[in-house]
């Protein structure tokens, strides 16, 4: 480890919530988004999650000039990152549960209601492609 260790600041994580919520927002009314999560498969579902991580963690440690090793970390992943994950699915979750849009969108579908948390597991998931990019926008320019 080359230098002192970032702090990770209560501010920060308030950039990161209102860069999150203000892109995860239009995504959790869309029909489509619901849709699309319908007809994904699970391991497309995971593979959408999983670009939520690299363009995370691209975002914050590829295209900024921070240092993941000079970070707080918690079991070795740095806190900051941790935190930019939980709000990028956390903030579209919350304001799914929020509008009410599994029942809105998988009621009329006439999906059966044991299988909304799997496909609004993937919806959160599309969701969080965006949601990542404004935190962590939001996270680097302020």
Known sequence: MAGPRRRFKVADIAQQVVGGFLLAGPFVVTEEV???????????????????????????YKADDRDPDRESEVGGVPVRFLSLMIVSFGSV??????????????????????????????????????????????????
């Open 34 to 60: 619901w849709v699309l999560a319908t007809q994904m498969s699970v391991w497309q579902g995971l593979g959408a999650a999983l670009i939520v991580f690299l363009i995370g963690y691209g975002a914050l």
């Open 93 to 142: 979750l919350l304001l799914a549960l929020v509008f009410n849009a599994p029942a809105t969108f998988y009621g009329g579908m006439d999906i059966p209601p044991e299988q909304w948390p799997y496909n609004t597991a993937k919806a959160v998931s599309i969701g969080a492609i965006f949601s990542v990019v404004g935190a962590a926008t939001a996270d680097s320019v302020f």
